[in-house]
């Protein structure tokens, strides 16, 4: 199953490394604030630390759109907490990890490679009212643009018509 923009966001509960501390994170905790919901394929890889730098790096950017960064991947919370350990990096998030070990949360937004029981690199903007309204799928080869996702989230928040390359500041159509 694959959940298309324009549509309620399918709703999640599991278990999150948030700092160094095991918590159960629900979708519902959120209500009322934007959402990145950011899946990557694994722990202990290569491209995966330098999007999640790269999103520990903006935090405040989101923070400052009232919008939640939650990462996601199919480990469990002791392989992200052991690869916080492993990697400098990756030490201080700001932002909890969840673990989709079931694999559900994966499958519901699309990403799941089924044969590989891994993620791709998916990316979604919830709104505060649990809808989805956008939605960026990588190959597992590729690193994202984190500039490109605020981008995107800054024009959503504006309710207006923005056109194509459109930055924060400039007129809407």
């Known amino acids: 199953m694959s959940i298309q923009v324009a549509s309620p966001a399918p709703a999640f509960k599991t278990q999150a490394l948030v700092g160094k501390e095991f918590k159960t994170i629900s979708s519902t ?3 009322g604030k934007w959402i990145l919901l950011f899946f990557y394929p ?5 491209i995966c630390p330098t999007e999640l730098v790269g999103l520990n790096d903006k935090h405040g950017d989101f923070a400052d759109r009232d919008c939640v960064v939650l990462a996601a991947s199919t480990d469990t919370v002791h392989s992200h907490l052991g690869w916080t350990k492993a990697d400098e990096r990756l030490s201080n998030l700001k932002y909890p990890v969840l673990a989709d070990v079931t694999k ?21 903007l919830i709104d505060p009212n649990g809808v989805l309204r956008w939605s960026c799928v990588n190959d597992g080869s590729a690193g994202r643009s984190i500039d490109e996702i605020i981008r995107v989230l800054d024009a959503l928040q504006t309710d207006k018509l923005c056109p194509c390359n459109w930055k924060k500041g400039e007129p809407t159509l």
């Open 29 to 31: 905790d959120y209500a």
């Open 42 to 46: 694994m722990d202990f890889t290569f």
């Open 104 to 124: 559900s949360i994966s499958r519901s937004y699309g990403v799941l490679l089924e044969n590989e029981g891994i993620a791709l690199r998916g990316s979604f």
